[in-house]
């Protein structure tokens, strides 16, 4: 992948560009899905798209695949409150976040999963992991 085609390609293909903002939005939080703190691996909107949430930053969270899939459709507060890994500092970051306010988003993340200090091993390794690189 090259950065300078990239940004080009950018202009002609918006898929990079969503893909890139995507990508911006993981970024934040460190791939780790905002309601449970697992890798993140999709982008939830808070207020469903059918239900007229739109694509925008304040509006998407970076989600693991379970969360993502188990909320659905629900109200993310209201769904997010009944998990066994509830967290009102997650919750209270999600509420920053889609008032726009991503430092403090950031900052109660941080509060709730301080960082580790060595990598746990997932129990579960059923996802592909992008960044893995394979020896030749
Ligand atoms: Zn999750």
């Known amino acids: 992948m090259h950065n300078r085609d990239a940004v080009f390609l950018e202009d002609l ?3 990079l560009r969503d893909r890139r903002w995507r990508q ?3 970024t934040f939080t460190e791939n780790s899905c905002i309601y449970c703190g697992q890798r993140s691996e999709s ?3 808070v207020l469903p798209r059918s239900k007229g949430g739109l694509s925008l930053t ?3 969270v970076p989600a693991c695949l379970s969360c993502n899939g188990n909320k659905s459709d629900l109200d993310a507060f209201e769904w997010y409150r ?3 890994f ?3 500092r997650r919750s209270m970051a999600i509420r920053a976040w889609i008032e726009g306010d ?3 988003a950031l900052r109660l993340l941080q ?3 301080p960082k580790p200090k060595k990598p746990t091993k997932n129990t579960s390794s059923n996802t592909n992991n992008e960044f893995s690189c394979q020896a030749a």
């Open 24 to 26: 911006s939005l993981h």
């Open 86 to 88: 509830y967290d009102p």
């Open 43 to 45: 982008i939830d909107h």
């Open 13 to 15: 293909c918006p898929k």
């Open 102 to 104: 991503l430092r403090l």
């Open 58 to 60: 304040k509006n998407c």
């Open 111 to 113: 509060w709730a999963h």
């Open 82 to 84: 009944k998990q066994r």
